[in-house]
């Protein structure tokens, strides 16, 4: 089957480097998080720790990339990888594309330029359904790719860094994207692996809710990604993960955009 687009229309969206925050899966989960109940609300809340700012805290968060491999992860082009048992993406981390599939829907996109060309049920669709399908695509992209590692993003543009122990870091948003104020304080184990993201976001209502991230596999060429992550009681699955340096699911799966944009191709 030709996934090849009758038409595609050059689309350009603002990609906020902070959107990566739990919104989308808050927001798919909220139900769940209500039930919860005032109890657990109570139960929960808690300060975010003051910290020092400085040498200490860069030292540790190096000590944190390099458990996290970063040198490897800058070094790849393409990474697979699937969000809850729903969305699976092919990241080509060289070129900027992304390819979002969900259900029936396909979305190839480019993270630079937002060019995109998206098939349902391998027909092409344009205009506004385009311009949806996205906005979805991205959005769910920045969440579940934070998910994946977010040690990455500890020095996102915007990002204070605070030492607070040994193998505590708070990392601090303070400009930059739609939430300025967002905090994550990361407990690491003694390889200096997450093992628990506390979080004081704006869309959560509880103050210093835990995410825990445990069982580490180790995936070619040598990057480990936690097995298992979960939030209250909710696991957070994401599996299917693949890493390769060149080539790999990447290698001419991006074709329709390139066809749809030949710019792209430079």
């Known amino acids: 089957m030709s996934f090849a687009p009758n038409e595609a229309e050059p689309l ?11 919104g989308a899966l808050v927001r798919r989960s909220w139900h769940f998080l209500a039930a919860l109940g005032l109890v657990t609300l109570v139960l ?5 720790p003051d910290g020092k700012t400085g040498e200490s805290a860069e030292s540790l968060a190096d000590q944190m990339l390099a458990a996290a491999s970063l040198e490897k992860w800058n070094n790849l082009q393409c990474v697979t990888f699937r ?22 829907r396909r979305v190839l996109f480019s993270k630079n330029t937002f060019q995109a060309v998206a098939f349902d049920k391998g027909e092409s669709i344009t205009g506004e359904e385009l311009k949806e399908a996205l906005g979805k695509a991205n959005a769910s992209f920045i969440n579940d790719s934070f998910w994946l590692q977010p040690a990455y993003h500890i020095r996102s543009p915007g990002t204070k860094l605070y030492y607070i122990d040994d193998h505590t870091l708070r ?30 976001v ?11 991230f ?9 990057i ?9 009681v909710m696991g957070i699955p994401i599996d299917e993960v693949a890493f390769a340096n060149a080539g790999g699911d990447c290698s001419d799966r991006f074709s329709p955009l390139i066809a749809a944009f030949p710019d792209l191709a430079q």
């Open 214 to 222: 445990s069982d580490y596999v180790d995936h070619p060429p040598g």
């Open 44 to 48: 929960s809340c808690q300060s975010i």
């Open 83 to 104: 969000f809850k048992g729903a969305n699976r993406y092919v990241w080509d981390k060289k070129r900027g594309f992304v390819e979002y599939v969900h259900e029936d």
């Open 12 to 22: 350009r969206m603002n990609g906020n480097s902070r959107a990566y925050s739990i």
């Open 224 to 232: 480990e990604i936690a097995a298992q992550r979960s939030i209250l």
């Open 171 to 200: 990392v601090t948003f303070s400009s930059g994207g739609v939430t300025p104020g967002d905090t994550y304080v990361f407990h690491l184990d003694d390889k200096y692996r997450i093992s628990t993201m506390e979080m004081w």
């Open 202 to 212: 704006s869309i959560l209502p509880i103050p210093g809710v835990d995410a825990d």
